[in-house]
């Protein structure tokens, strides 16, 4: 994520991690790049309050993420649901209002000037359909930008250019388990 952002090798990395394959793998990537690298990661997971026990084992299973790779994790518990009445907003906003409002208070607090998202190349479709369904102008239809400028650093999507099913064989290939999110 630091040569997307154009910064240097031993920058310190903000992992958004749901726990899903898409982050499973990013974690596994990052934490061998970061071996021989040098820089290290700060995890960060949200509880959002909406899918009960699924959350709650979500999130288990990131804390034993952290502690199996040697990563601090930060975790968030948020009543999404309430906030979104609160907002007057749908439940999906709020969500993703309440993760980047939490990334960018610890990229802030930590001076972490980058954080890497599991987004890829299937998500990077949707995101074009639904702006293209909505009658985005040519803007929206760029679609998710690979890297951008965010709390005063930059949010990179390292994944961007891999399909879901690239990631999942990845996941198969080297072993590594994951929580369907």
Known sequence: PWRMAGLPPRTPVLLALSGGADSRVLLHLLSACAGRDGFS?????VHHGIRGAEA???????????ERYGWELEMLEADVPGLAKERRRGLEETAREVR???FERLM???GIPLLATAHHADDQLET?????CRGSGLGGLCGIAPVRAFAGGFLTRPLL??????????CEREGLTYVAD
């Open 41 to 45: 990661i700060l995890l960060a997971h």
């Open 108 to 110: 802030r607090e930590r």
């Open 128 to 132: 074009m359909l639904f702006r293209l």
């Open 100 to 102: 980047y409002e939490f």
């Open 56 to 66: 709650d084992r979500d999130a288990a299973f990131c804390r034993s993420l952290a």
């Open 161 to 170: 250019p891999f399909p879901r099913r690239e990631i999942l064989a990845c």
